[in-house]
């Protein structure tokens, strides 16, 4: 594409390895990530088109793929940089990685050359931008068609669910026509209309907020949903919190940035999920619904809009840090995994496999960090900023030393472990105020117990996975102390552990949740070896548990 293919070198000093083992990046750790993903799409664009050269007839009904090859090569020879734009862009990452999965036998809901004909959506797009015209035949879902990183054409009146369509280009305008519809000549800078819808830009920092590319999700494409105008807005105004939250902490005189901190400049995509608000905040600041990433979209992100910048900060800095680490185990292996889902994730409530437990680390370090940096610059409410601090800096710091035992480190993984030890080392030596000290601590004892008591069993008391889930509304509710504090949760969070675990036990329902409670509390209001040893095998503790005063 655009003439002699360039590969450029890809060297990764070891001051930058130690900055991203750490938590943290450097512009240059940065480039090297993005560089390495640039590659990753040449190669598997690659594979692809070699599947298409050996098994003939893969596009179906769209015919022969080379033209849209061959216009895609042309709009590359005219921008070059528009085309490295759009091949880099997440969304064409994680449509090759589904396609490539789909050519090796993974089952798919839309017809194959469907999915493959994304590569004509694609070099329709690079033309059109670049002012290329061209005429070639284009796959349609429901009647719309995505253009990659730029908007959706719409067809009135009802077309299948896969289908093709004509796209003509003239003069940097399209008409697309299909089943005896034709949209009007539409531009990238046309207006939201009913036959237009363009990508829309967060500001500042212009990240899109992408509602309609059918490969905006994890894995399988979805259809899209176009954000209503107020739902817009509210993401624009919590995103211009989330942006001047994660632009008050610079960089150090290197351009170094340490674990919680996020070039936005870095991020590209910001996916909600759904369409909906959020539900309505409780007690506090409700966290964030869901969040998650994937390792073939780099710095794309699924988010369902949380209430404020501040959980939107915490997320993108979270995602951001699943995003490094999955660039950069596209360049090492750094655990031997046998993928058995058998550890203990503070912030999970099943097992998980090594690899998962590396993700928690690396990105719930970052969250330590971030909330480490609001408790310096006091942007929020310290008592929450001061428990979240604790919390994940102790949580991230138990799963790091989980894989350090289980020697199953590469010589990569062990520098990035070892960095996130040092870390995490340093922060459990800074002080935090007294009661959201205990606080956490309190809720981390709460969450292992009762992931204990629900996922270990015998008669070999190992973790098994299971697909079953639980509530844990310890983990948020713990942050802010209570006022009057009445319920057995509310008085060990209080630090009354005496009167909680009288308050527990008086409980009719002795699930898991009361059970950890109780061993908690009793561990708190009765120290000493039996508490003890009850809390660190609490399944194997029977019920009601007889501590006596020891």
């Not at 670049?130 to 719309?144: F, M, Q, S």
Request: glycine share 10%; no cysteine.
């Amino acid at each position: 594409m655009g003439g002699a293919p360039r590969f450029p070198s890809l060297t990764l000093a070891g001051d930058d390895l130690a900055a991203l083992a750490a938590g943290g990046t450097t512009p240059d750790a940065l480039t090297f990530l993005e560089l390495g993903e640039r590659t990753r799409r040449l190669v598997l664009l690659k594979e692809l088109l070699g599947a298409l050269e050996r098994t003939p007839g893969l596009t179906g009904p769209l015919g022969d793929w080379t033209a849209a090859w061959q216009l895609l090569e042309r709009a590359a020879t005219t921008d070059p940089d528009l085309a490295e734009s759009l091949l880099t862009s997440p969304q064409i990452g994680s449509w090759l990685a589904h396609t490539l999965r789909r050519l090796n036998g993974q089952d798919g809901a839309a017809p194959l050359w469907s999915d493959i004909g994304r590569l004509h959506a694609l070099a329709g797009t690079a033309a059109l931008r670049t002012g290329l015209d061209a005429t070639l035949p284009v796959p349609l879902r429901d009647g719309t068609l995505s253009l990659p990183g730029t908007g959706l054409v719409r067809l009135p009146g009802r077309h299948p669910a896969h289908g093709t369509g004509t796209l003509t280009l003239t003069g940097g305008h399209l008409t697309l026509t299909a089943g005896g519809h034709k949209s009007p000549p539409l531009s990238p800078a046309s207006a939201p209309g009913p036959y237009w819808q363009p990508l829309r830009l967060l500001q500042p920092g212009r990240i899109r907020l992408d509602d309609i590319d059918p490969y905006r999700d994890l894995d399988e494409p979805v259809r899209a949903q176009p954000l209503e105008a107020a739902e817009f807005a509210s993401w624009q105004r919590i995103y211009a919190d989330a942006h001047a939250l994660l632009t008050a902490t610079p960089a150090d005189a290197t351009g170094r940035l340490g674990p919680g901190t996020v070039d936005v400049t870095a991020i590209h995509t910001i996916v909600p999920w759904r369409s909906s608000a959020p539900p309505p905040a409780t007690d506090g600041e409700a966290p964030v619904q869901l969040s998650a990433s994937t390792g073939d979209a780099y710095a794309s992100m699924v988010i369902s809009r949380p209430p404020s910048g501040l959980l939107l900060a915490e997320t993108l800095v979270h995602e951001f840090q699943h995003s490094k680490l999955a660039a950069l185990l596209h360049h090492f292996p750094l655990v031997d995994d046998d993928r058995a889902e058998r550890y203990y994730a503070p912030w999970r409530s099943d097992p998980r496999h090594l690899t998962g437990l590396l993700h928690g680390a690396y990105a719930f370090t970052g969250v330590a960090g971030f909330w480490r940096e609001r408790l310096r610059d006091g942007s929020t409410d310290p008592e929450t900023a001061a428990y979240y601090f604790a919390l994940r800096r102790l949580q991230a710091r138990l799963v790091v030393r989980t894989l350090t035992l289980s020697e199953r480190l590469t010589e990569q993984g062990r520098a990035v472990v070892e960095g996130l030890a040092e870390t995490l080392g340093g922060w459990l030596h800074e002080a935090v105020p007294a009661a959201p000290l205990h606080r956490a601590r309190t809720a981390a004892r709460l969450h292992r117990t009762e992931w204990r008591l629900r996922n270990v069993r015998p008669p070999h008391y190992t973790p098994r996975a299971t697909e079953d889930t639980w509530p844990d509304p310890r983990t948020h509710g713990f942050a802010r102390a209570p006022q009057g504090p009445e319920t057995a949760d509310e008085l060990l969070a209080s630090g009354r552990s005496e009167q909680a675990l009288a308050a527990y036990l008086r409980l009719p329902d002795p699930g898991p949740a009361v059970r950890a409670g109780a061993l908690v509390a009793a561990a708190a209001a009765r120290p000493g070896r039996r508490t003890r040893a009850a809390l660190a095998r609490p399944e194997r503790t029977p019920w009601p548990p007889q501590f006596g005063d020891a």
